[in-house]
């Protein structure tokens, strides 16, 4: 079950969760927590809906069909983020999976300071993982007297980790790096680094993409650990693949395997 935006370029939001999730041959449950306007150069606007729109929409759901995993995108305001808390909280068997979206990939800011409060003291305590990029895991936590870039990533991971993160993925494109390191502060205190080639582009969607397809893993009973990793070599074969369908960024492929040979051995479709 996903709680995020419609995007009506399919790009991220509610249209990404849905097309990661079917891809990986889940069936995708789609709680609306906002309606935006937007393409793939930027979000121009987001109408929230009322909290009891979203409270309604997941229990019916829920009283009805079981449900395998949570995820969370954007939520649209801190009303969405207590009802939504509320919601995972009666349910803590299934895990939840939490992109914490702060930003377009334009630079449009989508939360605000009570929302990004709200989400780290009632969320984030529930989530098996957040998966941050970079950006979002500095602004989270960083104090008003810090320069933002002299905050280290490892910094950030301990600070999310006593806002009550169990698990954090912080992606690493938006870093000054050779390859794409995205990097899991695991709830044992391992710290795992995955290395991935740095592609040529911007992509409308990734994090969306990425978070959708952590929860598809786990919902097809991959163990934590091979999700993360599966999830990753997925989203970058996504990324790979790509398309441009107007003025701005490319959009993921999540069919991106409908046009690969069976036996080029770099992701089988199930």
């Given at each position: 079950m996903t709680f995020s935006a419609t995007d009506p370029s399919g790009g991220a939001g509610m249209q990404a969760d849905i097309?990661?999730?079917?891809?990986?041959?889940c069936h995708p449950l789609s709680v609306a927590s906002g309606i935006s306007v937007q393409d793939t150069i930027g979000v121009d606007s987001l109408m929230p809906l009322g909290s009891d729109w979203i409270n309604d929409q997941a229990r019916s759901i829920l009283e009805?069909?079981?449900?395998?995993?949570?995820?969370?995108?954007?939520?649209?305001s801190a009303e969405n983020i207590a009802i939504v808390a509320e919601i995972v909280a009666d349910y803590p068997d299934i895990p939840l999976i939490l992109d914490p979206i702060l930003a377009s990939g334009r630079g449009d800011d989508l939360v605000d300071a009570t929302m990004m409060r709200a989400m780290a003291e009632l969320l984030f305590p529930h989530a098996l993982v957040i998966t941050p990029n970079s950006y979002e895991a500095r602004r989270l936590v960083i104090r008003d007297e810090e320069e933002f870039m002299d905050?280290?990533?490892?910094?950030?991971?301990?600070?999310?980790?006593?806002l009550g993160c169990k698990n954090i993925l912080i992606t690493g494109t938006h870093e000054q790096s050779d390859s794409v390191?995205?990097?899991l502060y695991a709830s044992t205190g391992q710290k795992i680094p995955y290395y991935w080639e740095r592609l040529p582009g911007s992509y409308h969607g990734s994090g969306c993409t990425l978070a959708s397809a952590i929860a598809g893993c786990i919902a097809r009973g991959l163990d934590f650990e091979e999700a993360i990793d599966e999830a990753q070599n997925f989203t970058w074969q996504t990324l790979k693949n790509a398309f441009k369908p107007g003025m701005g960024q490319f959009i993921p492929d999540r069919f991106f395997w409908i046009n690969e040979d069976e036996d080029d051995g770099k992701?089988?479709?199930?």
């Open positions: 097309l990661t999730l079917a891809s990986l041959g009805d069909i079981e449900v395998a995993a949570f995820k969370c995108g954007l939520l649209g905050l280290t990533l490892d910094e950030c991971a301990s600070r999310l980790k006593k390191i995205n990097t992701f089988t479709h199930h």
